[in-house]
Nanobody
């Protein structure tokens, strides 16, 4: 059974950095678009970033562009989110997801993704 497991979340001061990882198990997700979303308390799940199967194309939400970088290592079946210059408004539970319907079509719509991890908490203090 395919699974996605996030790690790397934690508490960091504003201006700091974190690196999230998303490890895939079961059948590989290396052929598919993968993405990161986040959800703050009382808010909807928002798109953060997405990456094509080979990492050649990436797509970011305007709110994180220039600060966050999405990457993947298909040999390790792992997706990453490098987060720099963190702000208190970045506080949320971060989820990785896979869109097994495509390897190249980047989307910011959560319902397009059919596999999800359990999430990891990121808290940025001011």
């Amino acid at each position: 059974q395919r699974q996605l497991v996030e790690s790397g979340g934690g508490l960091v001061q504003a201006g700091g950095s974190l690196r999230l990882s998303c490890a895939a198990s079961g059948r590989t997700f290396s052929s598919y678009v993968m993405g990161w979303f986040r959800q703050a308390p009382g808010k909807e799940r928002d798109f953060v970033a997405a990456i094509t199967w080979n990492g050649s194309n990436k797509y970011y939400a305007d709110s994180v562009k220039g600060r966050f970088t999405v990457a993947r290592d298909n040999a390790k079946n792992t997706l990453y989110l490098n987060m720099n210059s963190l702000k208190p408004e970045d506080t949320a539970v971060y989820y990785c997801a896979a869109d097994t319907g495509t390897s190249v079509r980047l989307t910011d719509v959560a319902s397009d993704y059919d596999y999800w991890g359990q999430g990891t908490q990121v808290t940025v203090s001011s």
